[in-house]
């Protein structure tokens, strides 16, 4: 009997390691689309506001963060701290910042390689949702243990360059991890962000809490963000993501 049974325990384990590789990346890609809420509610999202808190590791402060991304490919990120406000922002063309806690106060215009994370963060279902109409490519690698649970993952190649990897857990098909690769000023630039607590928000699943470091660091060391609320559909002017227009400069370069 014993025999036997481990006869049918290795037929069950075949199978499973068959479907497993069976698996493609638009069924793995259409299971998270579903899990999220669906198509047609992803897509009825037309801006989203989210708003907390920013942690930063081995400072005893918190700065409060306030996050707006509108389609077809825009966003804006404030952080507050003792009433000085740090500024990103891409309006789907060129990308901007103001960043007054490195005595920058006045508004500058980011390079190519600097949008290129920007017009990433901007879309709102991530770049794996219609990845074809958007230009992208998108590679299955299989399963890969995520804090002791085995994750599906996916590399997509970013039209403009560069790549980011998205683990989906199976049992929610949410992300969990990304990592992604971007080239700044001839350097490769790693990060890595983990994300949890979702919340369904107009029908649509959004996670509330993102950690991001370095590959591979302790939880400790990443920088942690926590959203408190998050809104739907909220009347946002275009001009929240331009670059101020009194301040003038030479446009930058649309990834």
């Known amino acids: ?9 290795g037929l069950a384990a075949l199978a499973l390691g068959m479907d ?47 996050e707006v991304r509108s389609r077809p490919g825009a966003i804006r990120t404030e952080v507050t701290l003792q009433g000085l406000t740090q500024v990103q922002a891409y309006d789907g063309h060129d990308a901007w910042q103001v960043q007054p806690f490195q005595g920058r106060k006045d508004p500058a215009r980011m390079s190519a390689d600097e949008t290129k994370s920007l017009a990433l963060a901007a ?6 949702v219609d990845y074809r109409a958007k230009g992208h490519t998108v590679e299955y690698l299989g399963t890969e243990d995520v804090d002791g649970t085995p994750a599906h993952k996916l590399r997509v190649t970013l039209k403009w360059g ?4 998205y683990w989906i857990d199976p049992d929610t098909w ?20 983990d994300f949890g607590e979702y919340e369904k928000v107009a029908g649509v699943w959004v996670p509330m ?19 408190d609320k998050a809104e739907a559909n909220v009347a946002v002017s275009p001009s929240l993501f331009e670059f101020p227009a009194s301040a003038g400069a030479t446009p930058g370069a649309k990834p």
């Open 1 to 9: 009997m014993p025999r036997f049974l481990a006869i049918l325990t």
């Open 20 to 66: 497993a590789r069976a698996v493609t990346a638009d069924e793995i890609i259409a299971r998270h689309v579903t899990a999220l809420g669906g198509a047609d509610k992803l897509h009825a999202v037309g801006t989203l506001r989210r708003s907390g808190h920013l942690i930063v590791p081995g400072f005893n402060i918190e700065l409060s963060i306030v």
């Open 123 to 128: 879309d709102i279902d991530t770049p794996l």
């Open 162 to 165: 560069g790549e980011v990897t």
């Open 174 to 193: 949410m992300i969990v991890r990304d990592l992604e690769r971007q080239t700044i000023r001839g350097a490769e630039q790693v990060s890595e962000t």
């Open 209 to 227: 809490s993102e950690q991001q470091g370095p590959k591979d660091s302790d939880a400790a060391d990443k920088q942690k963000i926590v959203f």
